[in-house]
């Protein structure tokens, strides 16, 4: 097997993006993710607007007896802003932050239902080859139905001692059993099918995966881009850390609407009904736990940091234990196309033996049946080795 197989067509990222397979589960399925993906853009938005305080909108009336007479009421309507237009960068860096948390649960969100997708496939492959399976146990069933058959005139002729009968049928009840336990295998992997998708798995095609790059896996993995987002997010983070304790400039205003109180009204009276208050602030805090904020959100961006290289390792040990498991299952595939063709040339030898009487027609009836069975055995295999490699694809970025 070459080292490198460039990804070709098909169809894990079709799969999970378009068509059939990208639309393989079920609707309720589809639509918890549609609102995750939705809660995830409202909050970020509401992240990244965190930074601009509400407008006050103030409305009062105020009654007082104080000083005698009739009560003297003053309504009063306002609107004020307090505002701050710098941070030290920290409104920047907020902004970046939310965006990059935005991406981050995204890639996250995104990954748990290729997951999810990735489960519904990987029972389609395995649904194909539980049937193989049945396929293959049946031709050993007609195989141990034979044999029993010529061990029985063997013993019943005296040339053969009980207990090899004895064994002979035993392994046909053994393997009728397991044929039974594939079946209820087979049940298990629809219901499991139908908690995941409402579509009919008979009906629906199996892509055909290839091996890609590591260095094409490790660059469009999930888990790697997930890493990389939360290390940006802790970086920004330090930095509105640092921020915050930095100073701050804002600015104020208020307008006013309010009736003049009556005692105040005299002669040359200049107040105003509606006017205009506006400044602004510089402010700083101090805070003893100032040193210690900032160094816990350094030390976070570290960890985020060696987290990515970490995960890396992880993913390309990952594609190698892969790598290598193909290689083997590419041995066991020689392997049944070598046994093939050695029971080829002994069914065609059995097959003129038996035309010629040397032998019987149930001879021939075994080597055919093992001759079908090598070869359902490397369609086995070659579905073990898409099981492994959707291992990969599931938790790559769409490459379409």
Known sequence: ???????????????????????????????????????????SDKISKSWINPIQLRYSKNY???????????????????????????????????????????????????????????????????????????????????????????????????????????????????LLEMELNLLELKQRFSLLSDKNPEKLKVPVLKLMSKESYTEKNLDVRIDRLRAKVSEYNEKITWAKYLPTVSLQGQYL?????????????????????????????????????????????????VQVLDRKETVQEEYQWIHNSLGVLDKKIALAQKDEKIYQNLFRVTKNLANAGEKTSLDTAIMHNSLQIRKLDQKIYKIDKQIRLLKLYVRMENVL
Do not use: W
């Open 257 to 305: 609407n309010g009736d003049i109180n009556p005692l105040f009204v005299g002669p040359g009276s200049t107040l105003q009904e509606q006017y205009y208050n506006y400044g602004f602030s510089v402010s700083m805090p101090i805070d003893v736990n100032a040193l210690s904020d900032i160094e816990a959100s350094k030390v976070e961006k570290l960890r985020a940091a």
């Open 1 to 43: 097997m070459k080292k490198y197989l460039i990804a070709c067509s098909l169809l894990l990222s079709s799969m999970l993006y378009a068509d059939e397979l990208g639309d393989i589960l079920s609707d309720n399925k589809a639509l918890l993710f549609d609102y995750q993906f939705e809660s995830n853009e409202l909050e």
């Open 64 to 178: 007082t007896t104080q000083f005698g007479g009739d009560a003297i009421n003053v309504g009063t309507y306002s609107v004020t802003i307090d505002q701050p237009i710098f941070r030290s960068g920290g409104i920047y860096y907020a902004i970046k932050y939310s965006d990059a948390l935005r991406h981050a649960n995204e890639s996250d969100i995104m990954l748990q239902k290729r997951k999810m997708i990735g489960d519904a496939v990987s029972i389609l492959f395995n649904l194909g080859k539980t049937k193989l399976e049945q396929q293959k146990m049946r031709l050993l069933i007609k195989n141990d139905t034979i044999d029993i058959r010529q061990k029985r005139d063997s013993y019943e002729s005296g040339l053969l001692d009980s207990s090899f009968l004895d064994q002979a049928i035993l392994k046909k009840s053994q393997d009728e059993a397991t």
